[in-house]
């Protein structure tokens, strides 16, 4: 019904473009219109798709709340006196029966008429929907049409409507920004209730187990956030050493020297590690990368876990060579042909043109480049958890194993702790103290781009 629903809904929107664009054209032919006939039918499909949509979110987001309702109502008798949760288990049984799933375990005729109950309303509700959605599309796109005159300013309404939606879009992003820091907030305080803010800020052991029972081992668990970091920030300095020189220079190489034969065939090739997904990258550390770190450094009389920081750091460094490669090539490309003639005019070499012209041009770019690589090196998960454990260890030791903050926050999220048990809120904690690392280093690299970077004319 949904299909029939958004196919019926598309043809009466284009419609409304077409009678609307056409009957705009027949104007014009006698006399100076406003607006163009195009914006004459973009304001008519806009009357028609704007409310239908509407009407549509309202009408997914009240139907259920209502058939539960009416649903509850019937099964008063059988829902009086039971506990909340044996409420909503009663109400799944129904909800799976509405939908046909087979092999339920209940035989009561009541729950059973209750689901075929709900179905019948879903049924109906659909049906309904279908009917009053598409009857009002067609209204209101008879409308709009009446709307076109000569004197109508067609253009001014679709300008609005549009800048409407983008301030819309606008506004959401940003509610949606102030909603994430204020959970992270709210959470957090509720963790640094139970555990103290400098314990966790300062703390030198990670190990969020509590005990579900007081006569249990590990009653209390050990909530310092430095091992957690340090492991993150060893693995993002490993990664880095790898993708930063290596994108980098393959961006100068692809930019400045490489023919655009080579550059066709080679950055394309190079660009395909983004796409990798990263439980393959996970895979490749795990199996290969790991092994061959371990017998290389054993041969060398070193001491290497099977799961180390390094391997993770590698692996990592390899896939975010994409990011910084792609996105300095495109910034160094856009350094403007007449810096580069100048230099060479004056007696530079290519070089010397690179180093003192386009870096500095481009460092703005590069840096930015540089900071999305860290920023996806950090938020890393799967790599880290297949490569280099989940052991909090305290350790610059890149042969060891350690895990990291987008690791731990999984962990703390996963399993059958209550949500207000300290285990769970560390994680809110974790991505708070996160999120102000991120912004430092932000900060950080936006001064040195305003220190160093060269303004042309």
């Known amino acids: 019904m949904v299909a029939y629903l958004i196919a019926g809904l598309a043809l009466v929107i284009l419609s409304g473009f077409y009678l609307g664009q056409t009957r705009a054209q027949k104007l014009q032919a006698s006399q100076r219109l406003h607006s163009l006939p195009v914006y004459h039918g973009y304001h008519v499909a806009l009357w028609c798709a704007i ?10 987001t009240l139907e259920p ?3 539960q309702s009416a649903i509850k109502s019937d099964l008063s008798g059988k829902l ?6 044996e409420a909503m288990m009663l109400m799944t049984e129904v909800k799976n029966i509405s939908q046909g799933i087979t092999g339920l375990s209940t035989e009561d005729p009541q729950i059973i008429k209750a689901g075929e109950a709900m179905a019948s309303l879903n049924d109906a509700s659909r049906t309904s929907m279908l009917v009053i959605i598409l009857a009002i599309a067609i209204g209101i796109t008879l409308y709009a049409r009446s709307m076109i005159s000569p004197e109508f300013g067609a253009r ?3 300008e609005y409507i549009f800048n409407g939606f983008l301030f819309f879009s ?4 940003i509610l949606t920004t102030i909603g994430i820091v204020l959970s992270l907030f709210y959470e957090s ?7 103290p803010v400098t314990d966790f800020l300062f703390g030198l052991k990670w190990y969020p187990q509590i005990a579900i029972r007081a006569d249990q081992g590990a009653s209390s668990g050990a909530f310092g956030a430095v091992p957690v970091f340090a492991g993150t920030f060893l693995i993002a300095f490993i990664a880095m050493v790898i993708a930063g020189p290596i994108g980098l220079f393959s961006a100068i190489y692809f930019s400045e020297y490489s023919s655009h034969h080579t550059r066709t065939i080679v950055k394309p090739i190079l660009e395909i590690l983004a796409g990798i997904p990263t439980v393959v990258y996970g895979f490749f550390a795990a199996l290969t990368v790991a092994p061959l770190i371990r017998d290389f450094g054993m041969s060398l009389g070193f001491t290497v876990e099977a799961r180390s920081a390094l391997a993770a750091g590698v692996v990592m460094g390899i896939m975010i060579i994409p990011f910084v490669s792609s996105l300095s090539d495109d910034v160094i490309n856009s350094v403007p042909q007449s810096l580069r003639d100048g230099s060479l005019a004056i007696g530079a070499t290519q070089s010397e043109t690179i180093k003192r012209v386009i870096i500095p041009a481009a460092l703005p770019g590069i840096v930015g480049a540089f900071l999305l690589a860290l920023s996806r090196a950090v938020g890393e998960t799967m790599i880290v958890a297949m490569a280099a454990g989940l052991n909090a260890n305290l350790t610059a030791n890149p042969l060891e194993n350690v895990t990291t903050v987008t690791v731990q926050i999984v962990v703390a999220l996963i399993g059958d702790q209550e949500f207000d048990d300290p285990k769970t809120l560390s994680a809110f904690a974790l991505g708070l103290v996160l999120f102000f690392v991120t912004l430092i280093l932000n900060v950080i690299a936006l001064s040195i781009v305003k220190r160093y970077r060269e303004k042309y004319e």
């Open 170 to 173: 606008s506004t959401i992003a």
């Open 156 to 158: 001014y309404s679709v």
């Open 80 to 85: 009086a006196g039971v506990s909340e949760t």
């Open 65 to 67: 709340i209502v058939i």
């Open 189 to 195: 305080l509720l963790f640094f209730e139970q555990v």
């Open 51 to 60: 409310p239908s949509v509407i009407i549509i979110l309202l009408w997914f």
